[in-house]
């Protein structure tokens, strides 16, 4: 649980000078001291509802990463305006799911994957489906595919090793407001910035190669 001390609005807005900076300097500029000479009533304003967010989320939100994430994202173009917003709420989440995913160990990936596969073996066995019958099926406004993977009993780890084609197979002819209800993003949005950075990640450890050809082999749908 994220907890810390509520910043104020100055704070708030010098670092995201500094983060802002940083991101296209490459180092970090001095803080600001004249506070009244940058920040006028309307970024105030915008400064304080980010500043009620913050309260609000105080066991979620860890701000300065918020930020930071923000700024990278936006190549330093951060605006106030943008703090709390849909949009920089889902880079935050990305951010923080992203870094999660270099602390998992290859093995710890391999476990999930397996897990996954028993899974939908076993719903499959269960309903009296068949592997494609799984991935495809749509007679529910949310696909099973999508709740097994809302609710966490398949892991995403196991779509990240799905050839592009497959993929798109298997996730593109779901409307997008499907994905807004689960994941509160698009469709290209969950395959980009999750599935596919996922894959990044498995790629770049050679001994879960072996797995990676055998569920492309698999998932030929």
């Not at 980009?192 to 950075?197: G, I, M, R, V």
Request: hydrophobic fraction near 35%; aromatic fraction near 14%.
């Amino acid at each position: 649980m994220i907890q810390c001390r509520i910043p104020s609005i100055e704070e708030i807005y010098n670092e995201l000078h500094r983060e802002n900076f940083y991101a296209r300097k490459g180092f970090y500029p001095r803080s600001i001291k004249n506070f009244d000479s940058v920040l006028d009533k309307e970024k105030r304003e915008l400064l304080g509802r980010f500043q009620q967010t913050i309260r609000r989320n105080a066991d979620l939100i860890d701000w300065k990463i918020y930020i930071k994430a923000n700024a990278q994202y936006f190549k330093g173009r951060l605006e106030v305006k943008t703090l709390g917003s849909l949009q920089a709420n889902k880079v935050y989440r990305t951010y923080i799911e992203y870094n999660k995913d270099l602390q998992r160990t290859p093995d710890d990936i391999r476990h999930e994957i397996i897990r996954s596969l028993k899974y939908i073996r076993d719903f499959c066995e269960d309903n009296g489906m068949t592997l494609r019958q799984y991935f495809l099926d749509r007679q529910n406004y949310i696909p099973i595919i999508l709740t097994h993977l809302y609710s966490g009993a398949v892991s995403p780890y196991l779509y990240a090793l799905f050839p592009n084609d497959q993929m798109f197979l298997a996730f593109g002819d779901i409307p997008d407001d499907v994905y807004e209800e689960l994941f509160r993003c698009t469709r290209n949005e969950l395959l980009e910035y999750n599935l596919k950075a996922k894959r990044k990640t498995i790629l770049s450890y050679p001994v879960l190669t072996d797995i990676i050809n055998k569920i492309e082999q698999l998932v030929k749908l």
